[in-house]
C-alpha cells in the first residue's frame, strides 16, 4: 500500500478492550482518509457485545475492504471418542450438556462462532473460557476440554502428534490450504457459516474519492501474488473486495454476530 499509495504508513498497535482501543482511535479520527484500523469480526460483534461504548463500531467506521478471510477449525481432544461432525453431533445429543469447548474469551470469534453450531446444530455444550490458545492447548491434549474453534496454526503441532485432531472448517467451503478438511455445512449441518477475517476501515464521513483510492491499494496488496501467497500459507483466503461488497459484507456479518451475541448472553464492560 505504500507503494501504490506514494507515502509512507505507520503502523501503531493498540491493543486492549477487545480492539476498542483501535477502533475508537480511528472512528474519532478527523474523516480524512490519513486513519486506518485493520479490524476483525470485534467491528461487527462489539457493539451489542460491550454495554457502554463511546463510539459505534457499524456506524463510525467506513469499510474499506477484506484483506483475507479464515475459517474456524473444529478441534476436539485427541481423547474424544469421535472423528468427524457427524459424530460430534451424535455424541452430544447422546450427552446433553456434557461436553465442554474452549475459547479465547468470552465473547470472542471462537466462542460466538461455537454458539452459532450449538444453535444450528441442535446440541448442548458447556463453555470454558480461556486467556488465550497457549493456555487451551495442554487441557485439550489432556483430554479435560474436549473441542474448540480456532485458527489452524497455533495447535498444528498437536495435530500433526495426534494429540488433537480436526474435524471440519466453519468456511461455507474447504480452503486450499486444508482441501481434504470438510465443512460443517458438509458434515449435517446444512449452510453453516462462520469465519474470521481481517480488514481495513476508516472514519466514517470519508469522501467517497479516498475511500476509493484507499481501496484500490489494498485491493492492489491483497491480490500481489507475493502477498497472497504468503496470506494461503497462513491457512488464510485472500478476500479482495469493493467498497459495495465491503459494505455488505460487514453488514451480514453483523446480523450473524448479533443472534450469537443474544443466544450466548455475553456482555463485557
Known amino acids: 500500500m505504500r507503494t501504490t499509495l506514494g507515502q509512507p504508513i505507520i503502523i501503531e498497535p493498540k491493543p486492549g478492550a477487545g480492539g476498542n482501543l483501535a477502533m475508537e482511535a480511528t472512528a474519532k479520527a478527523p474523516a480524512d482518509g490519513y486513519t486506518l484500523v485493520f479490524g476483525t469480526p470485534a467491528v461487527a460483534i462489539n457493539g451489542k457485545l460491550y454495554k457502554q461504548l463511546s463510539y459505534d463500531p457499524l456506524k463510525d467506521l467506513a469499510p474499506l475492504g477484506l484483506a483475507a478471510w479464515g475459517p474456524y477449525i473444529v478441534y476436539a481432544s485427541g481423547a474424544l471418542p469421535v472423528n468427524s461432525m457427524s459424530e460430534l453431533i451424535a455424541y452430544a445429543k447422546s450427552k446433553p450438556g456434557e461436553l465442554n469447548y474452549a475459547s479465547v474469551g468470552v465473547g470472542s470469534g471462537t466462542h460466538l462462532a461455537a454458539v452459532l453450531f450449538t444453535l444450528a446444530a441442535g446440541v448442548q455444550m458447556t463453555h470454558v473460557p480461556y486467556k488465550g490458545i497457549q493456555q ?26 495426534g494429540r488433537i485432531k480436526m474435524l471440519a472448517t466453519s468456511a461455507s467451503r474447504r480452503i486450499p490450504s486444508l482441501p481434504e478438511l470438510p465443512t460443517i455445512a458438509e458434515s449435517g449441518v446444512p449452510g453453516f457459516e462462520a469465519t474470521g477475517w481481517y480488514g481495513f476501515f476508516t472514519t466514517a464521513g470519508t469522501p ?26 497462513m491457512g488464510l483466503v485472500p478476500a479482495p473486495q469493493t467498497l459495495d461488497e465491503a459494505s455488505r459484507f460487514v453488514a451480514a456479518e453483523a446480523e450473524k454476530w448479533a443472534r450469537a451475541v443474544a443466544a450466548s448472553g455475553a456482555t463485557a464492560e
Not at 140 to 152: E, K, R
Not at 208 to 233: C, F, G, H, P
Request: aromatic share 6%; proline share 4%; glycine share 4%.
Open 136 to 161: 487451551i492447548a495442554p487441557d485439550m491434549v489432556a483430554g479435560s476440554v474436549h473441542l474448540t474453534f480456532n485458527a489452524y496454526g497455533p495447535l498444528a503441532q498437536f495435530v500433526q502428534s
Open 208 to 233: 467517497r474519492e479516498a475511500l476509493q483510492k484507499l481501496n484500490a491499494s489494498i485491493v492492489a496488496a491483497v491480490s500481489d501474488r507475493e502477498m497472497s501467497e504468503r496470506i494461503e500459507k
